[in-house]
């Protein structure tokens, strides 16, 4: 087995792990985050077939802006998870169902679907440099050059663009909670001596004076 197998089995083993982890886990948190990795493993299986636009893609358009927004929404709604698992066993078999389904489906398409499609032939394709040499053509030089070329400015304002919305996402989320304590330094600054000690005088009143006249009494029989 060569290294390509190897690297494939392994993305494969993680993308069905994380993606299993997606349906069981019990924080919706850890659920979107173990579908950023199942992604990011398709993504490296897309490189491995040598399809880089696709990988590029998957990372770009569902790591970089689809699971985040996933992620920050789910921060936000406030689910309540034991709201939530108490129609788990009502709506069960229905799932299991549609799932045995999904399952028969795949299974069927991966035993008998491609027996009949011919294998695509790879397809050398050079193109000559500046300097008038021959060089293998590569998608993601290409991709590359017409984003950071004639597709420049778009590309700024959508990046912009995702990152005012991820700002405004974390200052929605941002919670003070009340049992922290914390200092103003702009009032700590302006503070005054006066501000801090306020001397008060009360005047004497009778109770308290018969209470330490009968507690000096007290005093005096104890001494005899």
């Known amino acids: 087995m060569d290294a390509k197998t190897a690297f494939f089995y392994l993305f494969a083993v993680v993308l069905l792990v994380a993606a299993f982890r997606v349906v069981t886990a019990r924080n919706p948190v850890h659920a979107v985050l173990n579908l950023i990795l199942a992604f990011s493993q398709a993504a490296a299986i897309w490189l491995l077939l040598k399809a880089e636009f696709l990988a590029i893609a998957l990372i770009l358009v569902y790591l970089g802006a689809v699971m985040v ?68 053509y590569s998608n993601t030089k290409e991709l590359g050059r017409l984003l950071y070329t004639e597709y420049l400015y778009p590309i700024e304002i959508a990046a912009t663009i995702l990152l005012v919305a991820m700002i405004a996402a974390i200052a929605l989320t941002l919670r003070k909670r009340k049992d922290s304590k914390a200092i103003n330094p702009s009032e700590q600054v302006r503070v005054r001596a006066q501000d801090r000690v306020q001397l008060v005088k009360m005047a004497v009143t009778r109770q308290s004076q018969v209470q330490e006249g009968a507690g000096d009494a007290a005093a005096q029989e104890t001494k005899a």
Request: charged share 15%.
């Open 69 to 136: 927004l996933f992620l920050f929404v789910v921060m936000m709604l406030d689910i309540r998870i034991d709201a939530l698992r108490q129609g788990f066993w009502k709506h069960f078999p229905l799932a299991a169902f549609i799932g045995a389904l999904i399952v028969f489906e795949m299974g069927m398409v991966l035993m008998g679907g491609f027996s009949s499609v011919d294998e695509p032939k790879a397809i050398a394709t050079t193109v000559l440099n500046a300097a008038g040499q021959i060089e293998p």
